[in-house]
């Protein structure tokens, strides 16, 4: 059951929307992960997503992760569900989305995609970063703009984590000196592709398939960095299949040795999880670093 305080949010933001006849028939709780609540709202206007939590919880959530549905959808590189808006509260926070319903995977559904992001990817910035923060689950995220990856990758991604993870007894002084060894080389490792447009947070849970076997992408971390963060990401978890990276190889080819840099991208999300979920993502971090 939806609260009764966002109840009457959500039909006041749906009659500013146009919808002033919309009744509500029912609600359902859903999956929404592990820091917000989730909801289906069927009403006899079709039927819509909210996510919701304490408003002073995770300030600002909501409308970051609005704005940066926003950037994607305006591409037209890829479906985004439909933003209906967000509010903050007295007691709660909440988005509206249009609901999508699943379906399941065309026959070209991981060539689509692949294609797709890399149409994505070449929407580009003349430097790294956003014009606002946003979060990485419930992680703030500093997008503050930077001239080049290095400076970008090490002051707004790698450092404040590893800071964070050291502050917490989560890591050790052996691993700091081998990142700032990996500091130096950065600019050997990383290609200088300029920046790009990417969803920031591309493992298969932050994707849904819809009824017409098509990508339709949730829950963005949105900033301009190097492609091959998504790309790395895309690995991290699986679920993406080799289709996926030919399509997307065929349509803007990675630079060579791009497998080889998959786990340097993947040192962000691991220390995000370290921060989060604890040592037991420090010995992956640590195999990464060896040669360092």
């Known amino acids: 059951m939806l609260p009764k305080e966002l109840e009457f949010a959500f039909l006041r933001m749906m009659t500013g929307r146009g919808l002033a ?14 820091i917000n609540e989730a909801i ?8 819509f997503f909210i996510k919701y939590n ?18 994607l959808k305006e591409t037209e590189n890829i479906l985004i569900p439909e933003i209906y808006g967000y509010e903050e509260l007295e007691a709660y926070s909440f988005l509206v989305l249009e609901f999508i319903e699943r379906g399941i995977q065309s026959i070209t559904f991981q060539e689509d995609f692949g ?6 990817h070449q929407n ?3 430097r790294y970063g956003l014009d606002h923060n946003n979060y990485i689950g419930s992680l703030k995220q500093d997008n503050h ?18 800071r964070l993870a050291s502050d917490n007894g989560l890591t ?38 819809n ?42 080819p990675l630079e060579k040795h791009w497998h080889e840099r998959i786990d340097y991208c993947n040192l962000y999300p691991l220390l995000v999880h370290l921060k989060l979920f604890g040592k037991g993502y420090y010995s992956t971090i640590a195999r990464i670093m060896e040669k360092f």
């Open 21 to 34: 006849d919309i009744q509500i028939i029912k609600y359902e709780a859903i999956g929404g992960g592990s």
């Open 40 to 47: 289906k709202v069927y009403s006899n206007r079709g039927n």
């Open 54 to 71: 304490k408003s002073k919880k995770y300030p600002g959530m909501f409308e970051k992760e609005a704005k940066g549905l926003k950037i």
């Open 115 to 120: 294609k797709q992001l890399a149409l994505l």
């Open 124 to 126: 580009k910035s003349a």
């Open 145 to 162: 703009w930077e001239n080049n990856w290095q400076d970008f990758f090490i002051l707004r991604r790698l450092e404040p984590l590893l």
């Open 172 to 209: 050790e002084r052996k691993l700091i000196r081998q990142f700032e060894s990996f500091y130096q080389l950065i600019p050997e490792i990383f290609p200088d592709e300029g920046a790009c447009l990417i969803h920031g947070d591309l493992w298969n849970g932050n994707y849904i398939i």
């Open 211 to 252: 009824q017409e076997g098509k990508t339709c992408l949730i829950d963005p971390a949105v900033y301009y960095g190097h492609r091959e963060m998504d790309i790395g990401m895309s690995k991290l978890f699986g679920g993406f299949h080799n289709e996926f990276y030919e399509a997307y190889n065929a349509t803007w």
